[in-house]
């Protein structure tokens, strides 16, 4: 199931929302990455910190920092307006007071020093400008503030089945990239442009190394199975134990190299 039929079957249902963010949370080795430099960034901020989820889709993260740090001005940025209008319609049944989604193309941001951190996550990989947009991110920080980056480095593959649907995909695709990306990042790349606009890169991290291929490979074929409703329930009980310890195996572990890359900055 691709993503965009994902948000159009959750909409405005609160408790399919929670459900598919429990699931992303457990199947998405990402989501452990970036929850883990959030919190460890989040807390050194100040109370009432300004949070940006700069290209924020269905809202996972920008509602958990919400509920979690109600003193915080919570902000999320995503183009398509049908998601930021459930997204809305779901804050506000959650009494989420602190939280708002606008629809806005980050590449055209106007605001200056508003924001303690901004989230990018899996966004710059679609803007042809990616150097303007990373110096509208600086201009909306204030000093000192940090920017989280997350973007694909690689589209390494461990399963041949799963290579095979991937590569009819990329036929298809209007950049001959999958998912529509426009490039993928070294290391070198990215913190030398995040740098040339004036960041201090604080930390870069690879992900998805050799375990994390293996653990994305399995539950992504799992998720282009034409029965994925009926197997998922399956693989989540005899499956996704062995994926986890493979996610964890990747998650402490140092890799020198990966299918993604996340990198911290301050301004």
Same mark, same amino acid.
């Given at each position: 199931?691709?993503?965009?039929?994902?948000?159009?079957?959750?909409?405005?249902?609160?408790?399919?929302?929670?459900?598919?963010?429990?699931?992303?949370?457990?199947?998405?080795?990402?989501?452990?990455?970036?929850?883990?430099?959030?919190?460890?960034?989040?807390?050194?901020?100040?109370q009432n910190f300004s949070f940006l989820d700069a290209g924020c889709?269905?809202?996972?993260?920008?509602f958990r920092i919400a509920k979690k740090y109600p003193s915080a001005n919570v902000t999320g940025f995503e183009q398509m307006i049908q998601r930021v209008q459930d997204n809305n319609h779901v804050a506000a049944r959650m009494g989420l007071k602190n939280l708002e989604f606008y629809s806005r193309d980050i590449s055209q941001l106007t605001e200056k020093n508003r924001y303690h951190f901004i989230l990018c996550n899996s966004v710059l990989e679609h803007i042809k400008d990616d150097i303007k947009t990373l110096e509208k991110l600086y201009d909306a920080l204030y000093?000192?503030?940090?920017?989280?980056?997350?973007?694909?480095?690689?589209?390494?593959?461990?399963l041949y089945a799963l290579k095979r649907i991937q590569d009819?995909?990329? +036929?298809? $695709?209007?950049t001959g990239k999958l998912h529509d990306h426009i490039r993928y !990042?070294?290391?070198?790349? /990215? %913190?030398?442009?995040?740098?040339s606009v004036g960041?201090?890169? +604080?930390? $870069?991290?690879?992900?998805?190394?050799?375990?994390?291929?293996?653990? !994305?490979?399995?539950?992504? /074929? %799992?998720?282009?199975?034409?029965?994925?409703?009926?197997?998922?329930?399956?693989?989540?009980?005899?499956?996704?134990p062995i994926?986890?310890?493979?996610?964890?195996?990747?998650?402490?572990?140092?890799?020198?190299?990966?299918?993604?890359?996340?990198?911290?900055?301050?301004?």
């Open positions: 199931m691709r993503f965009d039929e994902l948000t159009r079957l959750v909409g405005k249902r609160i408790f399919l929302r929670h459900l598919v963010f429990i699931l992303v949370r457990m199947t998405t080795l990402r989501e452990w990455y970036l929850c883990s430099v959030l919190k460890k960034e989040l807390n050194k901020g100040p889709g269905m809202g996972q993260f920008a000093e000192k503030g940090i920017l989280i980056i997350y973007v694909p480095s690689q589209e390494k593959r461990v009819r995909q990329i +036929l298809e $695709s209007k !990042y070294s290391k070198e790349e /990215l %913190v030398s442009k995040a740098v960041f201090e890169c +604080l930390q $870069s991290t690879s992900t998805y190394g050799r375990y994390g291929r293996w653990s !994305y490979d399995l539950v992504t /074929l %799992v998720q282009y199975h034409r029965y994925v409703r009926w197997l998922f329930p399956l693989y989540l009980i005899f499956l996704h994926v986890m310890i493979l996610m964890w195996l990747d998650f402490i572990q140092y890799n020198k190299e990966g299918n993604g890359l996340m990198l911290v900055c301050q301004k």
